[in-house]
């Protein structure tokens, strides 16, 4: 001993001094700062069913300790650290045999950390493999277990370690391998969750299920060895393989409901987070999103949209519903999301460009007509072929009715019944199409409008959800709602991020919006859109493009207004003429496919009666039009009646007026590249109705 003294004292003092700076670092040294865990964020319909849950490499749900089953945690203790309750945080006894093991094994056989030691190397140290890293691990946990109490440490470890398929704590895990909330599992589910901890992608059941069975089956003898158990329940619990009760692998992300195509809505309401909050937030910042959707209203649209187009090689379509409290109830943007994630319902904001509403588009003139103090009853020529004199910046401007159908002299009320594009032409002119634009756009039109004379005939790109909100302005009495597809936003833990409040303007007067509902009234009841009729009030329109590459009809009641669009998505290129023998209009299929889905909307929201005009006063047209006959020298003018009152004026309609041609024409203009003419469905015969002397009856 004495000739070894000076390396006894070289090793006491080295002793003391790993002591006193052991000391000082647990005294010293703060703990690092903790990010926050990332967590999964979730998509909620409107009565709060699951439609999504959107994350990035990790998938994380935080739930507290008092959620998880007990069985579950003497699962996890008896396969990590039966010790955890006794140590402080470092286990030397439980280091010194897995060092002993895995000397004898020759590699790493059996681990030696703690629970504690395990959370310090998940959150702070990572898992690089060094001296360095283990000791700092260490002095870290056991600064940890100063710091927090068993139970704290304990659920922070279940939240935050992997347990393969992209999980993340045991919520994501349990969601992961078994379709259920962890609150709900049993014993075998919990003895095979806590075999997975060491190596999750080697035990995967679909892979190696002899592996996933001896993994449950050692934490099963564990529990038995620390009395959390009986060996009853072990060979129970053993009698039946992993893989008969584990689910098979999912794609991450799944939104429920794809087969109604709810990937649509919740790629919109997506890239809405995004623009808010940023992705990293949406996919690692544990929102709880809440939106409009009812799953019950979508189910009837898709069914609506994709029952009706059901061919193998019909048209694609689209369908928005939005109701009068400009909540998005229903939205379908496409017939499969696996083929096509352009969103044909939102335009560009899905990645699509719009489409031409047609005649769809006529309402916005006829509402600026009234805004501007016109009254309805003003007549016009309705020829089957009219050329405006320099109406497109200079030049001549040719429209044409469906099929060049002559209809004599319209008052408005008729000429929107019927679709008429030559009445539709003239009067733009006398409104501007200036002012139709910024009507349109005020009622919610969001897509850029030129305002050219064409604008009457919808030939402009607009959006299906456009079309519903601009429409809903209609049906709310000129009160223009924004549509909202989220209402509540909240954090994990609650706190209130975000809660939609959609924006309200008056666009039109109530009375004004009386007289265009009682007008588009009569387009649905004996007019283009009579497929579309119910036995409740209904007002819409319908529009077809040129060369029937666009169909829609756009309807409403006063509680929801519902646009339908049909067309194939290479666009005009090609034409809907044969569609099951069908000419495709929009009286046709899209006014079907809204009164098939108004059938079941109608059980679900209350059917309510509009408001009738208090009659038709106001201006008459009182325009100088000139209308340029092709085969004619001269120009004639028409020159409207100053004052309306109670008996339509005529206008003469001799043939120097008019010209007649068998087809519609499309003239280029400076505007824009093509003026398209807008040919209508032909309408279900009738005759005007008189001009009443107080209010109209329906």
């Known amino acids: 001993m004495w000739r070894f003294r000076r390396l006894f004292f070289l090793l006491t003092l080295l002793f003391v001094a790993g002591v006193a700076g052991a000391a000082w670092v647990l005294v010293a040294v703060e703990l690092p700062a903790e990010a926050p865990p990332a967590q999964t964020t979730f998509i909620y319909d409107a009565h709060g069913t699951q439609l999504a849950a959107l994350s990035g490499e990790e998938d994380r749900v935080t739930v507290a300790l008092d959620e998880v089953p007990q069985v579950l945690i003497d699962a996890v203790l008896a396969a990590e650290d039966r010790k955890f309750f006794a140590h402080t945080g470092v286990d030397l006894a439980a280091i010194a045999r897995a060092t002993w093991v895995d000397i004898r094994e020759r590699g790493v056989a059996q681990g030696g950390s ?3 030691q395990q959370y310090v190397k998940n959150v702070y140290v990572g898992a690089e493999r060094s001296i360095w890293r283990k000791l700092k691990e260490a002095v870290i946990a056991v600064k940890l277990e100063r710091e927090l109490d068993k139970a704290e ?13 992209g999980a993340y704590g045991v919520q994501a895990a349990s969601r992961a391998y078994f379709d259920k909330d962890v609150g709900e599992i049993g014993l075998r589910e919990a003895a095979f969750l806590a075999g997975l901890i060491r190596a999750p992608e080697a035990a995967e059941p679909e892979r190696s299920p002899r592996e996933a069975d001896r993994r449950r089956d050692v934490v099963l003898a564990g529990m038995v060895a620390t009395d959390r158990l009986s060996e009853s329940g072990r060979d129970q619990a053993r009698a039946e393989p992993v893989a008969a009760y584990v689910v098979p692998r999912r794609e991450r992300n799944v939104v429920h409901g794809g087969e109604i195509g709810t990937q649509y809505f919740v790629e919109y309401v997506r890239r809405q987070l995004s623009a808010r909050y940023g992705d990293q937030v949406v996919y690692s910042g ?15 649209a898709y069914d609506a949209v994709y029952g009706t187009l059901d061919g193998h090689d019909d048209p694609e379509g689209a369908l928005v519903a939005v109701d009068d409290r400009g909540h998005v109830l229903a939205m379908v943007g496409g017939r499969r999301w696996e083929e096509s994630k352009v969103n044909l319902a939102v335009g560009g904001e899905g990645g699509g460009r719009g489409r031409q509403p047609g005649s769809a588009f006529k309402p916005f003139v006829l509402a600026e007509a009234v805004k501007q103090g016109y009254s309805v009853e003003s007549a016009l020529p309705a020829p089957g072929r009219i050329v405006l004199a320099g109406a497109n910046a200079g030049a001549d401007w040719t429209v044409s009715n469906y099929a060049g159908t002559e209809q004599g002299t319209l008052n408005l009320i008729d000429a929107t019944r019927v679709s008429s594009n030559t009445v539709y032409a003239q009067l733009v002119q006398e409104v501007g199409p200036e002012n139709v634009v910024a009507l349109a756009r005020r009622m919610g039109i969001r897509s850029e409008l030129a305002p050219v004379p064409s604008i009457t005939l919808g030939t402009q790109n607009v959006s299906v959800l456009d079309m519903a909100a601009a429409y809903l302005t209609f049906a709310t009495r000129g009160m223009r709602i924004e549509p909202t ?8 833990g609650g706190d209130l991020l975000y809660e939609a409040r959609p924006e309200r303007t008056r666009v039109l007067e109530e009375a004004e919006a009386d007289v265009v509902n009682f007008v588009l009234r009569q387009a649905v009841e004996r007019g283009t859109g009579t497929a579309a009729r119910l036995g409740v009030q209904v007002a819409g329109k319908t529009g077809t493009t040129q060369g029937h590459g666009d169909a829609w009809f756009v309807g409403y009641t006063p509680r929801i207004s519902v646009a339908v669009w049909m067309g194939y998505p290479e666009g005009q290129e090609r034409a809907m003429t044969n569609v099951r023998g069908v000419r495709v209009t929009g009286g046709s299929f899209p006014a079907q496919i809204f009164r098939r889905f108004m059938v079941e909307a109608l059980a679900k929201i209350e059917s309510a009666r509009f408001v009738e005009p208090r009659g038709f006063s106001g201006r008459v047209l009182n325009a100088r039009i000139e209308y340029a006959d092709p085969d004619a020298t001269t120009t004639t003018t028409t020159e409207a009646q100053d004052e309306g009152g109670d008996t339509p004026p005529t206008t003469d309609a001799s043939p120097a007026t008019t010209t007649t041609a068998p087809a519609p024409t499309t003239t280029t203009t400076p505007d824009e590249p093509t003026t398209t003419t807008t040919p209508d469905e032909p309408v279900e015969p009738g005759p005007a109705p008189p001009a009443p002397p107080g209010p109209p009856e329906s």
């Open 286 to 300: 544990g929102l709880r999103v809440h939106t409009t959707l009812d799953l019950d209203l979508q189910r009837a």
């Open 485 to 492: 597809v989220i209402t509540r936003v909240t954090t994990a």
């Open 114 to 116: 703690t629970i504690t």
């Open 153 to 165: 440490i304990l659920e922070r470890y279940l939240n935050t370690v992997y347990f393969g398929r």
